[in-house]
């Protein structure tokens, strides 16, 4: 069975100042990993993903994250955020590649950015 | 380019009512499509996917039924509606072994 952890429930940062977002997984294969961000009362928009290479991913709107196989993590970074990027940042691992294969959601973390 | 639409954008609807949402897909040929379910405030849980016309498979039993009845559409159903079925409703597709992509959603309440 395969899990995700995001371990902070709700971060709050200053606009300007940098983020890093938590992950944590929990799988014996090789994960796929997904970031997703969810504006309020919107649909799930892909950030980023991470396959296999380089361990650090770049993503839209600046974002990137680190995949690390001896810490089972894969966190969000972002130099610099700005009050837009306030919403809900989901962690997902999809455990295989077939087709149909189940995505496991991490809680989510509410990012509010104070102006 | 692809483009993915739910319907209703929002439902409000009476305990034991039937329910029937949908979701369209224009732009990809022969996608692979998913039911999620959010409740408010959480995080979401894969109900249904479906690979091909026909064929779909219930990953997690909630007295919800889905059904594929053309290659760019996926049904999602019920003949009663329950309380613990308001939440809002994610339609999702992607390409054969491919990143999944959500609709806007469908919000949900029952009464």
């Known amino acids: 069975a395969q899990s995700v952890t995001q371990p902070d429930a709700r971060v709050t940062v200053s606009e300007g100042a940098s983020l890093q977002l938590r992950c944590k997984y929990s799988?014996?294969?090789?994960?796929?990993l997904f970031w997703y961000v969810q504006y309020p009362r919107q649909g799930l928009q892909l950030l980023l993903k991470?396959?296999?290479?380089?361990?650090v991913v770049q993503g839209v709107n600046g974002f990137e994250a680190e995949f690390s196989k001896s810490n089972s993590s894969f966190h969000l970074r972002k130099a610099s955020v700005h009050w837009s990027d306030s919403a809900v940042y989901f962690c997902?691992?999809?455990?295989?590649?077939?087709?149909?294969?189940?995505?496991?959601f991490g809680g989510g973390t509410r990012l509010t950015v104070r102006p | 380019a692809q483009t993915i639409h739910q319907w209703p954008v929002a439902e409000i609807k009476a305990v034991g009512s039937p329910l029937s949402l949908g979701c369209t897909i224009k732009?990809?040929?022969?996608?692979?499509l998913y039911w999620y379910w959010q409740a408010t405030g959480g995080t979401l849980q894969q109900l249904f996917y479906?690979?091909?016309?026909?064929?779909v498979e219930s990953v997690v039993q909630l007295n919800l039924s889905a059904s594929r009845p053309k290659d760019d559409q996926f049904i999602l159903s019920t003949e009663k509606l329950l309380l613990s079925h308001s939440g809002f409703y994610l339609c999702?597709?992607?390409?054969?072994?491919?990143?999944?992509?959500f609709g806007p959603g469908t919000r949900l309440l029952v009464l």
């Open positions: 999702a597709w992607s390409g054969a072994q491919d990143t999944q992509y």
């Open positions: 799988y014996s294969g090789t994960p796929y």
């Open positions: 991470y396959y296999s290479g380089d361990p």
């Open positions: 997902v691992l999809r455990a295989n590649n077939n087709a149909g294969a189940k995505l496991t």
């Open positions: 732009g990809k040929s022969s996608p692979n």
């Open positions: 479906s690979i091909t016309v026909g064929q």
